[in-house]
C-alpha cells in the first residue's frame, strides 16, 4: 500500500511561482510512476505532469515549459516546480502513484493510477 501526503500549496500572485511536494510511503513507492493532477471549481479533475521511475516525464499542453516535475527516488519525494503561474492555474493539486509499466503518455489517464493524496489548494491571483 502507499500513502501519498502534498505539501506547499498556497496564494501567489500571477507571475509567481510555487513548488509543491508529495512524500510517498510505502515498500514499494519507489517504483510506481508519479503524477499531479488538478481539479478546478466546477471543472473535472485534468491532468498536469508525470514522471516514471526512470526520469521520463510528460506535461500537459497547458503547463509546459513553466511546470517542471522531478523525482527524488532515494526520498520517496515527488515534486512539481511551478513557475510563471496563472490564474487559470488555481485548483486542488493532487499527488498520484501508479504501477511503473505503462509509457510516461499514459499516466495522462487517471484510470492508471492506484493511490492518490488528499490534495493541496493552489491559489493564483490576478
Known amino acids: 500500500q502507499v500513502q501519498l501526503r502534498e505539501s506547499g500549496g498556497g496564494w501567489v500572485q500571477a507571475g509567481g511561482s510555487l513548488r509543491l511536494s508529495c512524500a510517498a510511503s510505502g515498500r514499494t513507492a519507489s517504483s510506481y510512476a508519479m503524477g499531479w493532477f488538478r481539479q478546478a471549481p466546477g471543472k473535472e479533475r485534468e491532468f498536469v505532469a508525470a514522471?516514471?521511475?526512470?526520469?521520463?516525464?510528460y506535461y500537459a499542453d497547458s503547463v509546459k515549459n513553466r511546470f517542471t516535475i522531478s523525482r527524488d527516488n532515494a526520498k520517496n519525494m515527488v515534486s512539481l516546480q511551478m513557475n510563471s503561474l496563472k490564474p487559470e492555474d488555481t485548483a486542488v493539486y493532487y499527488c498520484?502513484?501508479?504501477?511503473?509499466?505503462?509509457?510516461?503518455?499514459?499516466?495522462?489517464?487517471?484510470?492508471?493510477?492506484?493511490?492518490w493524496g488528499q490534495g493541496t489548494q493552489v491559489t493564483v491571483s490576478s
Open positions: 514522471i516514471k521511475w526512470s526520469g521520463s516525464t
Open positions: 498520484a502513484a501508479g504501477p511503473g509499466r505503462y509509457s510516461v503518455a499514459n499516466y495522462a489517464q487517471s484510470s492508471v493510477y492506484d493511490h
